[in-house]
């Protein structure tokens, strides 16, 4: 796409989005969505379809965390963890502080938006408001996927008592990887691939961020959480080969746990690609 502008984009209509089976529903200017992917850009501007007549998308299917953060992106080149904590990859605090600074930024985000701070050459503007915090950053996405169980052989354990509390020590370290995962299926879906990159990116720093800690059950508990993630449903291959890499690094130390072994016992393709990965390594070394 072309350089967007303030003007651009404060003379743009604005398109709504009702996101998840909530429909919660997302404001967002136009001028910076319709240049993020082709599917985009039919969605806003394709007027044989109902969504660009009616100015309104529904995505059933997206985590509201996951859009919240595609939101922050679309205006500011980034996004945080939206959690209440700190990302511990980005060590950043989250929330509409960051994203603020970043709008007022001078810098340049990124080849989908050079220029997007530079406006013709008239006086900048007064920042436009905030949009209010309940409709950008304070959004809590979904509890981690199954697998979070405390039977270390997997017997009897139950995955549907196993939703964390924010305050359980397991689901703490896995909501920030699952959402970068998550953010990063979205963003290959709809074929973003700046997006998916910086999530791919920030996925790969935080896993190797969790090797630099001492192996434990939340280790293992978060790997499973993973895997279950990534396997149940057909994922891109990128997210898959990067976590059987990481896998591949600790498989010796996850083989005692039932729990684990349960993943590749269901899903064949897991297996295999395990196999072929650890083979590589050996070769290699």
Known sequence: MGVVTWKDISTSKVYRFLIGSSKREFTVHSAVVEGQSDAFNTLVNNTAFREANDGCAELEEVDEGVFASFVQYVYTGDY????????????????????????????????????????EETPTPEPSQPPPDDSLMSQLFRDPEPGLEDDPQGSGSDSSDTTASMFDPTANTAR????????YVFADCYQISRLAQIAHDNLEKQLGALKQKPFDRISVDVTITLLAYAYQEPRPKALRSLLVQDVSRKVDKLWIYGSFREIPEAHAELGAELVGEMAKRLRSS
């Open 80 to 119: 945080d963890f939206p959690d209440h904590g700190m990302d511990p990859v980005t060590g950043r605090k989250p929330g509409l502080e960051v994203a603020l600074a970043a709008l007022h930024s001078p810098v340049n985000r990124g080849s989908s938006y050079r220029g997007i701070w530079e406006d």
């Open 176 to 183: 920030p990887l699952l959402h970068h995962a998550r953010l």
